[in-house]
């Protein structure tokens, strides 16, 4: 198998069984009150830059406290057997944590963080959160501008590197793994249709029934860390039909 080329796609569902919230779950209710898109919008933070901080920042600080599960250690382990390229929507450090290198953000990540004026990294200390807080200022660049988290908020471009790479590994993969995503959110969600009109097998992993799963070479009804473990062991019969 070493020489099979495998890409992987995945969404938030990846990160559900290490206990990641997403907006749509998030039960700590103290942000339930406020719509997602004002926590992760260009809008939201311009007008409540304090609000939208605390949010990154309390997620920044939740992520580390959780584990990866066998659903993103299974994707490292692949690297034995073949070329992995690992794409994600989610911006936790998950994947890395598991072993997979390099991981592809498409949309940004909790550990990067920039000036919202000049746009250089920022390297400094971050402030502590131990406990949720509703607001928090965020820390002031050297130029004056107000720091920001590296994440790509709805209305803004994706960035091009991560794109590119994304594309690039699902254009040259023989198998594409899509797993723990609605596929609903453009232009992820268009990244299956490349890899189908290119004949290479599409693998959705998803509880759910998603737009995708009609199309796909193979829809697995299960969780990521029941169906990935066991995944690799399938694609021989998959690749030969
Ligand atoms: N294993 C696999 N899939 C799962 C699991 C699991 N244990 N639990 C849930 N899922 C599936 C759900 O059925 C759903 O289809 O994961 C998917 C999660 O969908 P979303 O919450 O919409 O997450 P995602 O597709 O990553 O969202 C895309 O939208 O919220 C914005 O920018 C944000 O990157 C995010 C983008």
Same mark, same amino acid.
């Given at each position: 198998m070493g020489d099979v080329r495998i890409a992987v796609l995945s969404g938030a569902g990846i990160s559900a069984e290490s206990g990641v919230p997403t907006f749509r779950d998030d039960?700590?209710?103290?942000?339930?009150?406020?719509?997602?898109y004002e926590l992760s919008s260009t809008d939201g933070w311009q007008n409540h830059p304090e609000r939208v901080w605390a949010w990154y920042l309390w997620r920044h600080h939740l992520v580390q406290q959780v584990e990866p599960n066998d659903g993103h250690r299974a994707v490292a382990a692949w690297r034995d057997y073949a070329e992995v390229s690992v794409i994600t929507q989610? @911006?936790?450090?998950l994947h890395e944590r598991a072993g997979s290198n390099p991981v592809h953000h498409l949309h940004g990540s909790l550990f990067e963080f920039w000036c919202d004026t000049c746009g250089s990294r920022y390297h400094g200390q971050l402030p502590d959160m131990p406990e949720p807080e509703l607001e928090k200022m965020p820390p002031q660049c050297e130029c004056g501008g107000l720091v920001r988290p590296g994440i790509v908020w709805f209305g803004e471009q994706l960035p091009d590197e991560p794109w590119q790479a994304a594309v690039e590994a699902v254009a040259t993969s023989d198998v594409l793994v899509v797993v723990?995503?609605?596929?609903? @959110?453009y232009p992820a969600a268009g990244l299956p249709d490349v890899a189908l009109a290119r004949g290479a097998v599409v693998v959705e992993v998803n509880p759910e029934p998603t737009p995708l799963s009609a199309n796909a070479t193979l829809t697995i009804r299960e969780s990521a860390s029941t169906a990935l473990p066991t995944l690799l062991q399938q694609l021989p019969e998959l690749l030969t039909n």
């Open positions: 039960k700590t209710g103290l942000w339930a009150k406020y719509d997602p989610n @911006v936790d450090n723990g995503t609605s596929g609903i @959110v």
